[in-house]
């Protein structure tokens, strides 16, 4: 984890938000990459990028909220960058040694929720880090959320002043699945929570339109492929 002052590079301008496709492609590295919130590396540039700042009915849109999602795959991990705009920050301040925080959703945090099998309808993974480097992993099933384990690693930066914050995830792939297969195509959705108490705002990529705030609608989750290794 990394936390600094230093603005991130090619920070977007605060505009209107853009409509981004269901689809995700996630592009191919042969080595691993290092991460660093602040400072991405080279391989960031070739991400396809995916941003959203509606809430949860695809209403209410913030651009001062917007959260931009990239994603890399290596034969051994699953990468993914954040972007986030926010108001004002909601954090726990304490944790497990390690840094996982139970009920991390209770604050502000930036979620990916990921079905590496699509035929498994209701199971998924779950992947939690909030703007101070917190984070949670839980293996979804019906009726179920233990601890997912996946050995996931972080970095988060925070700009205080510019009211960004950005984390990557490297996630290692055997813990998303057992055989991986690159033609295949995960579903997945990507989520945003601020604030604090009732009401708190809630934002994603792929809109659940629930009644009430619900990320967990695997129905309503957007696509990943994944693009051949070169």
Known sequence: MWLGSTMMSQT???GTCQTSPAEIVVPAVSGEVALNAARPAPAWSVAMSVSFCADWEGKNAAPDRETTVRALWSPTTLYLRFECRYRELNLFPDSDPNGRRDHLWDRD???????????????????EVSPNGMWIDLDIGPGVKPDLHSGMARSVFLDEKAHIWAAELAIPIRSLTTKFDSEAVWRVNFFRVEGKDEPRDYYAWQPTHSPQPNFHVPAAFGRMRFERMK
């Open 12 to 14: 977007p301008k605060v």
């Open 109 to 127: 945090v930036a979620e990916a929720f990921l079905q590496p099998d699509p035929t498994q309808a209701h199971a998924y993974k779950e992947f």
